[in-house]
């Protein structure tokens, strides 16, 4: 019914402007933008095994995305009440979302994870379920106890040991990479905690050392997995150099100096200068991406610049999965993570991420 006094909507016009509004919630709700941080999770967990990406790695991350995007809803859902009064703009407060529809999505999406880690196969379903109960314990009952951005960062190198798991049935070779994420989100969950309050410069502090040390981590050379197992995980043979003659060991007579004989095919200096190169473009440009705003919060932090902080450890953490995987020696892989940072921002101006 339209309100006394009020002009009437034109005819026709109610229910594509009411779709709209009711995708821009669900948008909203889901946090959108932050979705492009979840496929860097299971390809950085499949670079880290020395195998390249298959059809068990589009399972993982289909996986992946179901899980995370229902603990978005499931976040909101549980927070409906606290949104309310800090918040009420959000979708479930506002109305734009019931909270039974946003509780049945949240049950749905973990549904359809689970189901498509068990198409990944067991390794894959085997990471999942705790991956999801993680998901579901933090939501319920642990984000606001000290064990809440510990479980959101288990969460996180759950999601990468998906990867891993879903694409060579092995995980153990991921657990460096997973640990190294895990501590990223731990950094970013820490600043989360004090977004709509504020008030303290220490959680933006602890995120810029950690920062900090993780790019120093991630730019060290780590032999990539390929260099000491085969795409199908067995160890590769070890390369005997061929004995030397005399010729060839002072191939100019007594008293010059040995001419080093190269392995036939050998690369290895110019794949060390590009992986290095590479790792420090990635590495740098997570380190810029999360170190600004965590600047700007511990100089000022007001919940506008607190929330805006965590948008960019948020966003920081693509540059992070793409310098993983350089790090493990999959530039390809690398590469493909870091172009969804470019879309990522783009709908981050229009969707929060937080």
């Not at 960062?153 to 070779?173: V, Y």
């Not at 085969?230 to 007579?253: I, K, Q, S």
């Not at 693509?318 to 940072?341: D, F, K, M």
């Amino acid at each position: 019914m339209t309100p006394r006094g009020a002009p009437a909507p034109p005819a026709g016009g109610r229910g594509p402007a009411r779709g709209a509004g009711r995708a821009r919630a669900w948008a909203e709700l889901l946090r959108l933008p932050a979705l492009f941080t979840v496929p860097g999770d299971a390809l950085s967990g499949a670079a880290a095994t020395g195998t390249r990406p298959n059809s068990r790695t589009l399972y993982a991350i289909g996986s992946s995305v179901c899980l995370y995007e229902a603990g978005m809803v499931l976040n909101d859902w549980a927070d409906r009440e606290e949104d309310a009064a800090e918040r009420p703009e959000r979708p479930l407060p506002s109305g734009r979302v019931r909270p039974g529809s946003a509780l049945a999505a949240a049950c749905a999406l973990t549904g359809a994870g689970l189901v498509l880690a068990a198409r990944a196969g067991r390794p894959a379903l085997t990471v999942a379920a705790p991956l999801a109960a993680t998901v579901w314990a933090y939501d319920l009952a642990l984000k606001h106890t000290p064990a809440g951005p510990v479980a959101m960062a288990a969460a996180r190198g759950l999601d990468l040991l998906l990867g891993a798991a879903a694409t060579t049935g092995r995980t153990r070779e991921a657990l460096p990479s997973a640990a190294l994420l895990g501590t990223h989100t731990l950094a970013v969950t820490l600043v989360s905690r004090r977004e709509t309050t504020g008030g303290t410069s220490v959680p933006p502090l602890v995120a810029l050392a950690t920062t900090a040390l993780l790019t120093r981590l991630v730019t060290r050379r780590r032999l990539p997995p390929a260099d000491r197992a085969d795409h199908a995980g067995h160890p590769l043979p070890t390369r005997t150099p061929p004995a030397r003659t005399p010729a060839a060991a002072d191939p100019a007579g007594p008293g010059s100096r040995p001419v080093p004989v190269p392995r036939p095919g050998s690369t290895a200096p110019a794949r060390f200068t590009a992986d290095t190169a590479l790792r420090a473009a990635l590495a740098t440009a997570y380190a810029v991406t999360a170190a600004r705003p965590y600047t700007h919060a511990a100089l000022n932090p007001s919940p506008p610049l607190t929330r805006r902080a965590v948008g960019g450890g948020i966003r920081a953490t693509i540059p992070l999965q793409a310098a993983l995987s350089a790090r493990a020696g999959a530039g390809v892989t690398a590469a493909v993570i870091a172009a969804l940072a470019p879309i990522g921002r783009k709908y981050a101006r229009k969707v929060s991420v937080t």
